[in-house]
């Protein structure tokens, strides 16, 4: 079963970058046992790093967002999106 998969932008305060790096870094592949957690990357542009996930429910998706991503200090923005896969180039 293909569950919801979604990218949370993430605007950070440019003196805790390291700090924020760190903590995304600190993030367990599986959160929970309904969140998996792809990627993190920085970004270019108005965001500074973004985080790729997959999780069974949008409701699982929020939680994970605001108790996990939002609660890391320096952390002073999110925008999530649900996201549509169009072709998947690599298995994992």
């Known amino acids: 079963m293909n569950m919801p998969v979604y990218m949370s932008l993430l605007r950070t305060d440019p003196n805790r ?3 924020v790096l760190t903590s ?3 993030i367990p ?3 929970k046992t309904n969140t998996r957690i792809y990627y993190v990357a920085n970004v270019f542009g108005e965001w500074d790093q973004c985080v790729w ?3 069974d ?3 699982h998706a ?3 967002v605001q108790s996990k991503i ?3 200090p320096g952390v002073t923005r999110t925008y999530t999106l649900p996201t ?3 072709r998947k180039y690599f298995r994992r």
């Open 17 to 19: 970058t390291t700090k």
């Open 24 to 26: 995304l870094k600190k």
């Open 29 to 31: 592949k599986t959160w």
């Open 53 to 55: 996930f997959e999780s």
């Open 57 to 59: 429910n949008h409701d």
């Open 62 to 64: 929020m939680n994970f």
């Open 70 to 72: 939002q609660t890391i």
């Open 84 to 86: 549509t896969p169009i």
